[in-house]
């Protein structure tokens, strides 16, 4: 008998969710077991984020220690708590710029309307209180608060809330010459900033081509418009980088973290600001316009606690090359689902992360594919994140060679299962 329970899921079929929930108990490294004492492979380091493995003994102790001296406690005004003074200075040492500002959050949708509102605030500090247009880029995921929303590229996030946000457009993904075109259109002196993952992830695992990030950075620059890396996910080693964007050259404005930045242990995001962008907001003496704007749990000393034993793990264990040194063998593992029947396209070579597609005609035929597809690899024992047309992967950074192969032997299950359904 199916049992109803309060809980509503984000982004979730509640009607599916009744057939089909699982119940997570307990995880170790790439693994997590169901309440019935099954174990699966987080093929997806839970929402991109568990980049370290689950289990992390060093984060937990170094939250409880910190619960036990300073639980918790405001950053407003001239507060402040020295896990959160000294994870601002590390990431602060990782910013593309020097002298850069560390704005923190509860996470990446907190950051990312962070970004917008102080870029705003930047242009208006400076006299041109006109340019609030924000642009991003089609099939951009950019969280769900207010801002995100408004600026992502994913039209059903948006569908069915009524009026967001205004000023704000998108243009075509993987063309740099459109971005210009919409800044001219919209009119330079209107334009506030650009929003750009360096890989696009919920949108679809889309890989960025070549040249392509260093084009719309010259772009903006030229124009007088912010570029902001949102790289959420990109970030902690998921590209083989620290910032993910600093794997090309390039220098965003505004650069957003969150999820591998504290392993999802406790939740948590900082956005990096450049030194010119910060500077009308950091005087000499008092009297600073005032950013009014902020989360509760910003600067949190538990959460910046787990972030800095986080971080110490990157380092110590050189786990943030990793994502680049396993891009390759997950590409070659994942090569030959190309050619399954289903299979429409398969993305990878590009970081520790990859998105394969179902074939068009198949998702026309039975649009609830992928969502089958999703519980025949659960039934294999690996876990996948669904997306629009396929699914996406992007395992912990401490998966072996051997494990990549037990996730693509899930997937490959998993597709067998819905084709032989269908009869082919």
């Not at 119940?23 to 169901?34: C, E, F, K, S, T």
């Not at 040194?325 to 396209?345: K, Y």
């Not at 996948?384 to 032997?409: D, H, K, M, N, Q």
Request: with cysteine; net charge negative.
């Amino acid at each position: 008998m199916t049992v109803d329970r309060a809980l509503w899921h984000p982004f979730a079929d509640m009607g599916a969710v009744r057939r089909s929930r699982l119940v997570l108990a307990r995880a170790d490294g790439p693994w997590v077991w169901d309440t019935d004492g099954r174990r699966y492979l987080d093929a997806t380091a839970s929402l991109w984020y568990s980049n370290l493995g689950h289990g992390r003994a060093e984060i937990a102790d170094a939250v409880h220690r910190q619960m036990r001296a300073l639980d918790a406690y405001s950053i407003f005004g001239d507060f402040a708590n020295e896990p959160a003074l000294a994870l601002a200075d590390r990431l602060a040492g990782l910013a593309p710029l020097p002298g850069s500002r560390v704005f923190l959050g509860s996470g990446g949708g907190d950051m990312i309307d962070a970004a917008a509102k102080i870029a705003r605030a930047y242009h208006a500090q400076r006299g041109n209180a006109e340019r609030v247009h924000l642009i991003s880029r089609a099939n951009a995921y950019h969280g769900t608060h207010g801002i995100g929303t408004s600026v992502g590229g994913i039209s059903a996030n948006e569908a069915g809330f009524g009026p967001l946000v205004q000023a704000t457009s998108s243009v075509a993904h993987d063309d740099a010459g459109a971005l210009e075109e919409e800044i001219v259109r919209v009119g330079p002196e209107r334009v506030a900033a650009f929003f750009c993952e360096p890989v696009i992830g919920a949108g679809g695992v889309l890989l960025p081509r070549d040249g392509y990030l260093e084009a719309v950075a010259a772009i903006c620059r030229r124009h007088g418009v912010l570029f902001v890396a949102d790289c959420v996910i990109s970030a902690f080693g998921r590209l083989g980088t620290w910032l993910g964007i600093d794997r090309w050259d390039v220098r965003p404005d505004l650069v957003t973290l969150a999820k591998g930045i504290s392993n999802g242990a406790l939740p948590l995001g900082a956005l990096i600001v450049a030194p010119h962008v910060a500077e009308p907001f950091f005087p000499d003496g008092p009297g600073a316009p005032v950013l009014r704007h902020g989360q509760t749990y910003a600067g949190h000393p538990a959460c910046c606690a787990a972030a800095g034993a986080a971080l110490d793990i990157y380092e110590r264990s050189g786990l943030i090359e990793r994502g680049r040194t396993l891009e390759a063998p997950l590409a070659a593992a994942l090569a030959p689902l190309a050619g399954h029947p289903l299979v429409g396209e398969v993305r990878a070579g590009l970081g520790f992360l990859a998105g394969i597609d179902l074939g068009a005609d198949a998702l026309a035929a039975d649009p609830g594919l992928v969502g089958e597809w999703q519980i025949r690899c659960r039934e294999a024992g690996v876990l996948v994140r669904p997306l629009r047309r396929g699914i996406a992967i992007s395992p912990p950074l401490t998966c072996t060679e051997e494990e990549i192969g037990l996730i693509v032997t899930g997937i490959a299950s998993g597709l067998d299962a819905v084709a032989a359904r269908r009869g082919l």
